[in-house]
DNA sequence: TAGGTTAGGGGCAGGGACGA
DNA sequence: TCGTCCCTGCCCCTAACCTA
């Protein structure tokens, strides 16, 4: 039985997530939690433990999914009240200097010292560079392989109305994702089904994954796609992408292609988590990627469900947390 | 032939998955 | 345990093509 549901207490879930020194690492180890073999500590980069693997090629008649990573299914939602998403048990803060080289930032710390760090948001951070020295948080790695020790979590921009925290690391959203789906906050997304089984990194086709594949006790199992927005329009509409993303492209129609090939019994979804709190609605970039736009709508027409989430940088002197703020948002594909 | 434009491809950093 | 593969997409370099 493939079935495998940790009963975690409300005491020990709490006790864990006050312990800062301990907590992401815990989250993280059973958010990839395998059967047998256990896992190397993550680091608190380790949000790219839902790195995605994919690869170009031709859309294949979707294959069979293949095992990926079992994620522990948290019975009882003991933080329900926090739905604490994502924990980072040491934050730095700094000042932006310079992003340049796609993955690299120079931050002056607090003690004026200048660090290059490792900025794992490949985009052209549309709305997050504007600010000269914006603030910015860190989290910080004990890796010794790693070349730069520091990494970019988190930029403050000025959002017309006051300063707003928005995280730039583009695949902690998994993660996230990943946690919601595990404590059961994402209803809306999943059905109100009980989920009895949850898989990350699911190979679909030859040359692709999907990032959640959820298994309920209801009819239909979940192929969920997770991406990573931060750039938000002035009416207060968040947007994705922020650059023409054939790979999102793609992304879509292989969802199109799901849903085409497995009928109902299948249920593609697309979660777009919104790394900052201040949208009140979504919208696929009609702006920066038309075609993108006009994929999300026939994937809409198509029965592949769209849904947005935003969530929220929690910090306290030096660690944070990000929050998963009440949703979903209103997610609009006709216009 | 020279200059300008466009297209294509590789490199970049980090880290998880997978196979040997 | 280790090596390899692959993901992100911008940036830069080179090649190909077009025009004067």
């Given at each position: 039985m493939l079935q495998r549901i940790s009963l975690v207490t409300m005491a020990a879930t709490r006790r864990r997530l006050r312990s800062s020194s301990s907590a992401t690492k815990e989250l993280l180890d059973d958010l990839v939690a395998a059967p047998k073999k256990p896992k190397r500590a993550p680091k608190?980069?380790?949000?790219?433990?839902?790195?995605k693997e994919r690869t170009s090629g031709t859309r294949a008649k979707a294959a069979v999914a293949k095992p990926g990573k079992s994620l522990d299914i948290v019975?009882?939602?003991?933080d329900a009240d926090a739905r604490i998403v994502y924990t980072y048990p040491r934050l730095v803060q700094g000042k932006l200097l310079k992003r340049y080289k796609r993955f690299l930032a120079d931050i002056q710390l607090a003690n004026d010292e200048v660090v290059t760090v490792h900025c794992?948001?490949?985009?052209?951070?549309i709305g997050l560079l504007?600010?000269?020295?914006a603030n910015v948080q860190l989290s910080v790695s004990?890796?010794?392989?790693?070349?730069?020790?520091h990494t970019l979590e988190q930029i403050q921009v000025h959002n017309g109305r006051g300063l707003e925290w928005v995280g730039?690391?583009?695949?902690?959203a998994n993660a996230m994702v990943g946690n919601a789906l595990r404590h059961g906050w994402l209803p809306d997304v999943v059905g109100h089904a009980l989920i009895t089984k949850i898989t990350a990194?699911?190979?679909?086709?030859?040359h692709s994954r999907i990032d959640f594949v959820v298994e309920t006790n209801g009819p239909k199992t979940f192929y969920i796609e997770v991406k990573s927005v931060t750039l938000r329009m002035d009416n207060g509409r968040a947007v994705f992408p922020d650059t023409v993303s054939t790979r999102a492209q793609k992304h879509v129609d292989e969802l199109i292609a799901l849903r085409a090939s497995h009928g109902t019994s299948i249920q593609p979804t697309i979660v777009f988590l919104i790394q900052?709190?201040?949208?009140?609605s979504f919208a696929p970039s009609t702006v920066h990627d038309p075609a993108f736009a006009a994929l999300c709508a026939s994937a809409k027409a198509a029965g592949v469900h769209l849904f947005a989430y935003a969530c929220e940088l929690i910090t306290s002197s030096d660690a944070g947390h990000i929050v998963l703020l009440p949703g979903p948002l209103p997610v609009h594909t006709d216009d």
């Open positions: 608190v980069a380790t949000a790219n433990a839902m790195a019975a009882l939602a003991a794992p948001n490949t985009g052209p951070m504007d600010l000269p020295l004990d890796n010794p392989k790693r070349k730069y020790a730039v690391h583009s695949m902690s990194e699911v190979k679909h086709t030859a900052r709190r201040d949208s009140t």
